[in-house]
């Protein structure tokens, strides 16, 4: 597996990753029981894939485009725990729940997918499958990277497909509060289809539900009973990132 982790070792992959997902989403994965994978093209920020989406420059002034750019899916998790960032950017309508797992747990189920790929080819030396945490650099470096051109050379050409992922890896500071880690899966062909779906078993993957904390009380109660009824028996509460308690202030009598 370790040459399918970018930028993370194996003492990483017990840590904690999260992601706020809307109920309805949450509520298909219990019953569907797969998450989905999407094109980088559908993710927000434009400077996403940028180096497979670049034209390639040949020593000899030829121009070229890069293979397999669009065959990538992937999925963003965070190792940011909690933020007010992450609620009100990814919890718009204030209904969303956060889940908790691990890295581990996480990348399981597309690992064995990939083992699954090589048993039907008979290939054990092409990665499909990696999980890695983003880096993040001033739009001037990540740019300078394009002009370098032994490095992007041994990206784009690795036979292994660990170098074209590799170029995910890499966003804009300006995206540095996501604090990031990313799953992305490459399924070998350009594909029309923007999403991909893989099994997993949600019981075992979620380790914990947070709901929004600007949902209503009464709300949350239903929500929360309605998710045991789905047979989740580990921990649900609502965020208490907004819920100020009463202080005292400490004064000399005057």
Partial sequence: MNNNLIFL??????RNVYRVFNFQRLEEI???KELTLVKPKLWDDPFENFILNSTGALPDGRECQIGF???????CWSLTKESDAMWRIYSPNK???????TIRKLFNPIFSREDYNRTQS???QRLSSFIG????SSTKKLTAMLEDRERMSNKVFDQTGRGQASTFYFKRWAFRHENEIRIMFNERIDSDQNILKFDVQPHHLVDEIVFDPRLSEEEFVRRKNLVQSWGFNKKIVQSGLYKIKKFRVALYET
């Fill in 30 to 32: 219990f019953h569907d």
């Fill in 122 to 124: 008979s290939s054990s």
């Fill in 133 to 136: 945490r983003v880096k993040y």
């Fill in 95 to 101: 209904e969303s729940v956060k889940i908790k797992t």
């Fill in 69 to 75: 750019r669009d065959s990538f899916y992937g999925q």
């Fill in 9 to 14: 070792g194996e003492e990483d992959l017990d």
